[in-house]
């Protein structure tokens, strides 16, 4: 290829990370506000957190951004631009598997756990700060890593409206050279890259968080002797 059809191709990649990047950050806020009011002592709050993730869920992110793109304009009378509208479709539509993450995350923690919280007259947002975040977020990094990964398989989705990620840019280089083994053996190995990279960060931050978590403290020789000499435990002296 020509320096200038590489150009176009990494014009395409850098589209797709602040495509990725966007709609993850809307995701993960999508997913833990919703997946907490699934946990809600409110049926009502409880009831509408379940109707927003089986609705998106339940729906195709192809039609949703269609749906976005195309069918709001005309009843909104306002236009979306094409990132825009592909970050609030993906975001949404990935948001609704990660609410069910955080909500099976939320619901293994120990339940002595929470009733130590009420115990302490910790508020329902202490306990949520304060307990079950802390050890909820790390057993949610490996799905929301899966996840995070289907969300980028996902961005190529964006194409359909003529935005220029790596798949369109892809499509319109094998249309100039007319030859599509090697374009798209080059775009999968992109979309790989970005993709085993990301796993990396995830595992990072997997090991980061459980760092500590469950591990009893650490006890010094020096102060265990003191302490049995203090109590007269082990020093033969007790007659």
Known sequence: MTSGLWELVLQGVWVTIQLLVLSALL???????????RTHRLWLVRFLAGLYTEVFR???????????????????????????AGTLA????YGAYGSEIVRGA???VDPAQKEGGIALSFTPWQRMRLILL?????????????????????TALVSIMG???????????????????????????????IAFLLT??????????KAGVGK????????ELKRAATTGVGTGGGA
Do not use: C, H
């Open 106 to 108: 939320l619901g293994a």
């Open 27 to 37: 995701a993960t806020a999508v997913s833990f506000v919703v997946g907490v009011a």
């Open 200 to 209: 990396r960060v995830m595992r990072g931050l997997e090991k980061k968080l």
């Open 163 to 193: 935005m220029g990620d790596l798949a369109f840019s892809g499509n319109l280089v094998r249309l100039a050279l007319q030859e599509s083994a090697e374009i798209y053996t080059y775009i999968l190995l992109i979309y790989f890259v």
């Open 134 to 154: 802390p050890q909820a977020v790390p057993e949610m990094i490996p799905p929301f890593s899966n996840l995070l990964v289907e969300l980028l398989k996902g």
């Open 216 to 223: 009893a403290p650490e006890r010094k020789p020096g102060v």
């Open 58 to 84: 339940g729906t195709s992110a192809l039609v949703m951004i269609f749906w976005v793109f195309f069918v709001l304009p005309p009843a909104f009378g306002w236009q979306l631009v094409p990132l825009w």
């Open 90 to 93: 993906l975001g949404l539509t």
